[in-house]
């Protein structure tokens, strides 16, 4: 190779680095990503006390027992929600608990109202860097058994937030 | 130019990875906890009252025990033994406090000694819960669920008229009071 030609295979590779680190930050930062997106729990979805038999309701508006999450970031996004069909006590006993439209809740910083949406299925909204963080809140339905066994019960919801 | 050539193409491959990897998607994801508690609960409902019936002294000390069983929900003499049903869904302490003999209206006495079982509710007085036993002053059952529900069971009360204090008390009629207590630690 002559030195001609060795420049020129210098000169590729410090483009191809170049192009291949430099711009990639700038087109994550664009796609409103790029290490940007954060989701953090605030508080969980609590029903407090149940009653035997006696069906409870958290709805979104509901600040003391509802679901929250703050979420952090900019651009086009999606929500999806992975949600248990039941609570479960240690002993195994359940709670039942159903979720569907108006359980969940979006509200952007500078909105005045919470956009609802259900939880069910995936949901579909832009998030402007003025109005992060946005906030999520969940509700939903428990309906204990008229035999339901005193006790603590518990499950997860798990909340992933995707940015095509 | 050959080598002008060359060096475009390997631009090209250098370049592709870098399209790529502007096209991976950014996720995040958290969990959080959804959490009740059902409280502990309790509710009596009176079956029937123990009933020794009507007792007809010998009067010469040949006069037999009157007994009732737990499980004679129906018995000859009017007798019968009494039950409370007793709806839980949790562990429940039930504190018997019995009498150790009923008062007469003219202010007599006739010594009882009790005994005592439970059963799964609707169960005919088949004792599947606790075995029947002596059912003293103070005693305890302590019930406990079987399963994830909650659950109903009946606790039977029979008892025992001795024949000598039978013999040795005024005609009258005599009562008693058994109280329960539950308590769910």
Same mark, same amino acid.
């Given at each position: 190779?002559?030195?001609? *030609?060795? !420049?020129?295979?210098? #000169?590729?590779?410090?483009?191809? &680095? $170049? +192009?291949?680190?430099?711009? /990639?930050?700038?087109?994550?930062?664009?796609?409103? *990503?790029? !290490?940007?997106?954060? #989701?953090?729990?605030?508080?969980? &979805? $609590? +029903?407090?006390?149940?009653? /035997?038999?006696?069906?409870?309701?958290?709805?979104?508006?509901?600040?003391?027992?509802?679901?929250?999450?703050?979420?952090?970031?900019?651009?086009?996004?999606?929500?999806?929600?992975?949600?248990?069909?039941?609570?479960?006590?240690?002993?195994?006993?359940?709670?039942?608990?159903?979720?569907?439209?108006?359980?969940?809740?979006?509200?952007?910083?500078?909105?005045?109202?919470?956009?609802?949406?259900?939880?069910?299925?995936?949901?579909?909204?832009?998030?402007?860097?003025?109005?992060?963080?946005?906030?999520?809140?969940?509700?939903?339905?428990?309906?204990?058994?008229?035999?339901?066994?005193?006790?603590?019960?518990?499950?997860?919801?798990?909340?992933?937030?995707?940015?095509? | 130019?050959?080598?002008?050539?060359?060096?475009?193409?390997?631009?090209?491959?250098?370049?592709?990875?870098?399209?790529?990897?502007?096209?991976?998607?950014?996720?995040?994801?958290?969990?959080?906890?959804?959490?009740?508690?059902?409280?502990?609960?309790?509710?009596?409902?009176?079956?029937?009252?123990?009933?020794?019936?009507?007792?007809?002294?010998?009067?010469?000390?040949?006069?037999?025990?009157?007994?009732?069983?737990?499980?004679?929900?129906?018995?000859?003499?009017?007798?019968?033994?009494?039950?409370?049903?007793?709806?839980?869904?949790?562990?429940?302490?039930?504190?018997?406090?019995?009498?150790?003999?009923?008062?007469?209206?003219?202010?007599?006495?006739?010594?009882?000694?009790?005994?005592?079982?439970?059963?799964?509710?609707?169960?005919?007085?088949?004792?599947?819960?606790?075995?029947?036993?002596?059912?003293?002053?103070?005693?305890?059952?302590?019930?406990?669920?079987?399963?994830?529900?909650?659950?109903?069971?009946?606790?039977?009360?029979?008892?025992?008229?001795?024949?000598?204090?039978?013999?040795?008390?005024?005609?009258?009629?005599?009562?008693?009071?058994?109280?329960?207590?539950?308590?769910?630690?």
């Amino acid at each position: 190779m002559t030195a001609r *030609g060795r !420049g020129y295979a210098v #000169l590729c590779l410090a483009l191809s &680095l $170049s +192009y291949a680190w430099g711009p /990639a930050p700038l087109q994550g930062q664009a796609g409103g *990503g790029g !290490g940007g997106l954060t #989701l953090s729990a605030v508080q969980p &979805l $609590s +029903y407090g006390l149940l009653t /035997a038999g006696d069906p409870d309701a958290v709805t979104v508006d509901d600040v003391v027992r509802r679901g929250e999450l703050e979420l952090k970031g900019k651009g086009q996004m999606e929500i999806m929600m992975v949600l248990p069909a039941s609570m479960l006590s240690p002993e195994g006993a359940e709670i039942d608990l159903d979720f569907r439209f108006g359980d969940a809740g979006l509200q952007l910083k500078r909105a005045a109202g919470v956009t609802l949406f259900d939880p069910t299925v995936s949901y579909s909204f832009f998030l402007d860097s003025k109005d992060s963080p946005a906030r999520i809140f969940l509700g939903g339905l428990a309906s204990p058994a008229a035999d339901q066994a005193a006790g603590e019960y518990s499950a997860q919801i798990t909340v992933i937030v995707a940015q095509p | 130019m050959t080598k002008l050539t060359i060096s475009l193409a390997t631009l090209a491959l250098m370049v592709a990875p870098a399209g790529v990897q502007a096209q991976v998607n950014t996720n995040t994801n958290n969990t959080i906890g959804v959490s009740a508690t059902v409280g502990k609960a309790f509710r009596w409902s009176l079956g029937q009252d123990l009933l020794f019936g009507t007792i007809a002294p010998e009067g010469d000390g040949s006069t037999a025990n009157v007994t009732v069983a737990t499980n004679q929900l129906v018995a000859a003499g009017g007798r019968q033994a009494g039950y409370v049903s007793l709806y839980f869904n949790a562990a429940t302490n039930v504190t018997v406090a019995a009498p150790a003999s009923l008062a007469g209206g003219l202010g007599g006495t006739l010594a009882v000694t009790f005994t005592c079982g439970a059963a799964t509710s609707g169960n005919g007085g088949t004792l599947d819960v606790l075995a029947s036993g002596a059912c003293a002053d103070a005693d305890v059952l302590s019930l406990t669920l079987s399963g994830t529900g909650s659950e109903t069971v009946d606790i039977f009360f029979g008892g025992t008229l001795a024949g000598a204090d039978v013999e040795a008390a005024a005609a009258d009629t005599y009562t008693g009071t058994i109280t329960l207590t539950a308590v769910q630690p």
